[in-house]
């Protein structure tokens, strides 16, 4: 009846971790260093917007014993290569398809 937060002891502002992401994209697709990082627009924030994000898994640390297997930096590149190996689910959320699916199995209930 427990609830755990599970994180990686990591904390990280959000544009550090979009030039990580943009690092690891052009080095994956042979792309040239910092070609990505152009692509980076910056917005006006919306009210109460967050500039960075963290999780306190310590409960879960202490009381279960758990600990994170990957270090931040090479999970972030192994869900970097699943999604360029799984670019047919990637289309598919972008496409909406995913949405037919939930309304299949959910509407009217």
Known sequence: GETYNIGGNNEWKNIELIKMLCSIMDRKLNREAGSSGKLI???????????????DSS?????????????????????VDWYLKNTGWLERVISGDYEKYYESMYSGR
């Not at 627009?41 to 999780?55: A, E, K, N, V, W």
């Not at 409960?59 to 869900?79: A, N």
């Open 59 to 79: 409960k879960l640390q202490k009381e279960l014993g758990w600990s994170p297997v990957h270090d931040f930096g090479s999970g972030l590149e192994k869900t």
């Open 41 to 55: 627009t910056f917005i006006q924030d919306r009210p109460g917007h967050d500039l960075r994000y963290s999780i």
